[in-house]
């Protein structure tokens, strides 16, 4: 069956969210811990506006479990589809504040985007 996702699934789908951002090879991987990520994913996911938000995702059910998820947005909002997981990595890094800020400066001197 494919449908909407329960929030209280939301676990089930950040390992495939996990997949495509290591797929993509995406540097935020380098600088987060998998416990980290999971966390952050967690809460962005409930944000209507995030590019894996519940709101824009839909599940594919077997056996009770979700097997597979399927993305999307309307195109104008790729600029700001993202904004909900920066905040949260930003709020998550000020407590690590050495830590965010040599990212940053590695990041932008390679011009390169967390995520």
Do not use: W
Request: proline fraction near 4%.
């Amino acid at each position: 069956m494919i449908r909407k996702p329960k929030r209280d699934e939301r676990r089930q789908i950040i390992p495939l969210i996990e997949l495509i951002m290591q797929d993509m090879e995406l540097p935020i991987l380098e600088h987060t811990t998998p416990e980290m990520l999971y966390a952050m994913l967690e809460e962005a996911m409930l944000d209507d506006q995030f590019r894996y938000g519940l709101s824009q995702t839909l599940v594919y059910i077997h056996e009770g479990k979700v097997a597979g998820a399927i993305f999307g947005y309307h195109g104008h909002l790729e600029d700001t589809i993202d904004d909900p997981f920066h905040s949260l990595y930003e709020l998550t890094t000020l407590s690590i504040k050495s830590r965010s800020t040599k990212i940053r400066r590695r990041c932008q001197e390679n011009g390169t985007l967390i995520f």
